[in-house]
């Protein structure tokens, strides 16, 4: 290192070891857009310009979050129809919706609107209604709507799905057999968190074949039937999904899986 | 606020409502927001994770140094380098985090993952993530300045001026802290090679 040439060198072992590792704790693509359509519904929460807590996310509890067409997108992109202003109370509205791109399978997640007029003024009042949903399960991308509130409907509260750093409740170090069946299972939910569930699949079909009778085989069971349903093959998706519910009737997760991929 | 807001390209636009007044404020992530996200997220990531941040976590802690970015981009103007910046504003994400979690009890971590490189066969994962856990486990035993210096020029391999400025201290510190954090991590790496050989 050219600023401390009169520091004692590091060893051959030591240097090789920062070498081996040096690339190792890249994020992907997905971990990038995934962390910006956060931050950004963060900021559209207000969180931007207030004191958050640190580190705990809570930032996305402060109100509206954004919706997010397509799994993945840099930036988002917000195309806000304009609706007229009412004359009573100087209801302004506006909605925002999904742009233009391909509505996807995050964008069937968005209630549908509902337009109602209001009373007064023959100004349309579309409602979004959003869809919060936890992050970290196996489920699809999550897409929360936003919600605009008006003077028609104080009532509706701005809801946004809290965010929650996963406990990790392992007290004692588990093998290491153990240790690689989690970090498959992890993959492979985070590659549907991100969006890719053929790869979730990939994940999955390697996790199959390592741990055939693991301890995560209900779990990696029902991670299959929702990456299958996300990639399309629902009819792979449901023949998993009902074998699983044949062979493990009294499992914690039929109520999951049977929900999964309707 | 009337007419309509178009997407603006990059640009992230929101149109909120602002309560009780029936009008709607425009917010935008501003350029320089995503400018610098776009080309220091890796480095924050990277440098959460080298710093001890649990996968589980490293996503809140990389958002928050964002945010904090965002609510001080003014205070910003006239430095010399994000990347010192961000780092300073990493290490004290970092230690509300822990702050955070030791108030929650702590949380013990989930084993290690990778992402899976393309091409990596099984046994190279597997090789791949036991020096990784190696890495984090003599990392471990560096206190949180000598961890600080140690993963900004061995890892990073910042120059001092830069590592004097994310760190917030004299060169001569930069120096100083760094031969012992190079003493240290040679020490741990000495005895965990002699745990391995006694296996």
């Not at chain 2, 909120?16 to 400018?35: D, F, M, N």
């Not at chain 2, 030791?102 to 393309?118: F, I, M, N, Q």
């Amino acid at each position: 290192m050219k600023d401390f040439d009169d520091l004692q060198e590091l060893s051959a072992a030591a240097r090789t070891l920062l070498d081996e590792t040096r690339s190792l704790h890249d994020p992907s693509p997905g971990d990038r857009d995934r962390v910006k359509r956060a931050m950004l519904g963060a900021i559209a929460g207000g969180a931007g310009l207030a004191a958050t807590t640190a580190a705990t996310g809570t930032a996305a509890a402060a109100g509206t979050t954004i919706a997010t067409a397509g799994g993945i997108s840099l930036g988002l992109k917000i195309a806000a129809a304009v609706l007229l202003a009412g004359a009573v109370g100087g209801t302004t509205l506006l909605v925002a919706n999904p742009s233009d791109e391909p509505a996807t399978r995050a964008a069937t997640h968005v209630a549908a609107a509902r337009a109602t007029p209001t009373g007064s003024t023959g100004a349309m009042v579309v409602e979004v209604a959003p869809e919060p949903e936890p992050r970290r399960e196996s489920e699809p991308a999550p897409v929360v709507a936003p919600q605009v509130e008006t003077a028609a409907t104080t009532s509706r509260r701005p809801r946004a799905a809290p965010r929650e750093p996963t406990p990790s409740v392992e007290p004692t170090a588990p093998p290491s057999s153990l240790a690689e069946e989690l970090a498959l299972l992890r993959r492979a939910q985070r590659a549907i968190a991100a969006g890719d569930p053929s790869m979730a699949v990939r994940h999955l079909d390697e996790l199959a074949e390592r741990f055939p009778d693991g301890v995560m085989v209900e779990e990696r069971e029902a991670a299959r039937v929702v990456a299958l349903c996300e990639s399309g093959r629902r009819e792979d998706a449901r023949a998993t999904a009902q074998r699983f519910l044949r062979e493990r009737p009294a499992s914690p997760l039929r109520a999951r899986v049977s929900g999964a991929c309707p | 606020m009337s007419g309509h807001e178009e997407a603006m390209g990059a640009a992230a636009v929101a149109c909120l409502p602002e309560s009780g007044s029936g009008t709607h404020r425009v917010v935008r992530a501003a350029p320089r927001l995503e400018e610098i996200y776009d080309a220091q997220f890796d480095f924050v990531w990277r440098s959460a994770r080298r710093m001890g941040v649990a996968e589980s976590s490293v996503d809140d802690v990389v958002q928050e140094v964002f945010l904090v970015v965002h609510r001080r981009i003014d205070d910003f103007e006239g430095r010399s380098s994000v990347k010192t910046w961000l780092f300073a504003i990493l290490l004290r994400v970092v230690a509300d985090h822990r702050r955070t979690l030791r108030r929650k009890g702590g949380l013990s971590e989930l084993p290690e993952s990778l992402a899976a490189e393309h091409g990596d066969d099984p046994e190279e994962q597997a090789q791949k993530r036991q020096r990784l856990e190696v890495l984090h486990e003599l990392l471990g035993q560096l206190d949180d300045e000598k961890r600080a210096v140690f993963v900004l020029a061995e890892l990073e391999q910042l120059t001092a001026p830069e590592m004097a400025e994310a760190l917030g201290v004299k060169m001569n510190t930069v120096y100083s802290r760094l031969r012992a954090a190079r003493k240290s991590f040679e020490a741990a790496l000495g005895r965990h090679r002699a745990r391995e050989e006694r296996r």
